[in-house]
């Protein structure tokens, strides 16, 4: 079967189907091995991407900009101190504006409805750069870094273990439903997912064979090919910042507790920014079963595939 996600959106993993997602994987995979040969492609040449911040970002940022960059388009950094967001000029207003003078737009903020306002009024595609409640690209980039650990993912276990209903947690569940891989989030039940999403990711995982799990219990990592974090404050929160390290501190990721997944082979991921020694040890984040820089590199290669799918007619 042939995908073709030609000026397609990517706001939520939730609308791509388990094939496309593996068609973004293996572009991603072909747009890594190209960059290693040094060639130079100009796929973006006479195209705009607008990149809309609300919220801060190195990888992100760094990823969207580079990658479109280097093959010939020419991106835009727009903050909220530079652009209305639905302040003095209506979100739907900007969007219609916007949609007249580029070829696509990403959006990182708080609200999962500006992304798809946007995407609505401007009829050019929107990517998420993360919201409060998904982070779409990033999934993309761990699961192509576990694609390069494991190679076929279908019934590998990861987990999750720290803030279970933020983006990353959110996002890392509806991928593994889609692709078959065992999802276990640890977590205290104050920070577990929300349940329609859960409910709905196991709905998904009835095709394709994964176990979404949720538990408060560390033991629940034992058999775990991949151990997963983030920070326990994300952007947005930062008025909550005692209760989550009263909640999390008996979750860090230490190599104690790396030992408990009974697998030598297992490895590390986090999305990065790290809170070094919080919700991980420098031990593991630096150690030998860590693919964090990977995983940040792998931001890059996945985001340019994502623009080449939903830009170019044949990628
Ligand atoms: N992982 C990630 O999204 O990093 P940034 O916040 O630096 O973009
Ligand atoms: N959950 C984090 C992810 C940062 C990439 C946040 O939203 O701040």
């Known amino acids: 079967m042939s995908v073709s996600l030609l000026g397609r959106s990517l706001l939520t993993l939730l609308d791509y189907s388990p094939e496309e997602i593996q068609y973004l994987l293996d572009l991603s995979k072909k747009v890594k091995n190209e960059a290693k040969t040094g060639r130079v492609f100009s796929r973006f040449t006479g195209k705009t991407l607008a990149l809309l911040f609300e919220k801060r970002s190195t990888r992100t940022r760094c990823a969207f900009e580079t990658a479109f960059g280097e093959e010939g388009g020419h991106p835009v950094f727009l903050s909220t101190a530079d652009i209305q967001l639905g302040g003095k000029e209506s979100l739907e207003d900007t969007a219609r504006v916007?949609?007249?003078?580029?070829?696509?737009?990403?959006?990182?903020?708080?609200?999962?409805?500006?992304?798809?306002?946007?995407s609505k009024?401007?009829?050019?595609?929107?990517?998420?750069?993360?919201?409060?409640?998904?982070?779409?690209?990033?999934?993309?980039?761990?699961?192509?870094?576990?694609?390069?650990?494991?190679?076929?993912?279908?019934g590998k276990k990861l987990c999750y273990i720290g803030d279970g209903r933020n983006n990353v947690a959110?996002?890392?569940?509806?991928?593994?439903?889609?692709?078959?891989?065992?999802f276990t989030i640890i977590a205290p039940a104050q920070l577990n997912p929300d349940d329609a999403l859960k409910r709905r990711c196991e709905e998904i995982a009835k095709s394709s064979g994964a176990v979404i799990t949720v538990s408060p219990d560390k033991n629940s990592i034992e058999g775990a090919d991949a151990v997963y974090t983030d920070v326990w404050i994300s952007m947005g929160e930062e008025d909550k910042k005692e209760e989550r390290i009263r909640l999390l501190s008996p979750y860090q990721v230490n190599q104690t507790l790396m030992e408990k997944t009974g697998k030598k082979e297992s490895i590390f991921l986090h999305c990065?920014?790290?809170?070094?020694n919080q919700e991980v040890t420098d031990e593991v984040l630096d150690g030998p079963q860590s693919r964090a820089w990977d995983e940040a590199e792998n931001r890059k290669h996945t985001i340019k595939a994502v623009m080449l799918a939903t830009l170019i007619k044949e990628p």
Do not use: C, W
């Not at 916007?98 to 306002?117: D, H, P, V, W």
């Not at 409060?132 to 761990?142: G, I, M, N, V």
């Not at 990065?272 to 070094?276: D, I, M, S």
């Open 272 to 276: 990065l920014p790290a809170v070094r």
């Open 121 to 154: 009024y401007s009829n050019i595609p929107v990517y998420n750069g993360l919201t409060d409640l998904y982070h779409p690209t990033q999934a993309l980039a761990d699961f192509l870094t576990l694609r390069e650990n494991f190679g076929e993912l279908k």
């Open 98 to 118: 916007l949609g007249r003078m580029f070829s696509a737009i990403q959006f990182r903020g708080f609200k999962q409805e500006t992304a798809e306002i946007l």
């Open 170 to 182: 959110n996002s890392l569940m509806i991928i593994s439903s889609k692709l078959g891989v065992h």
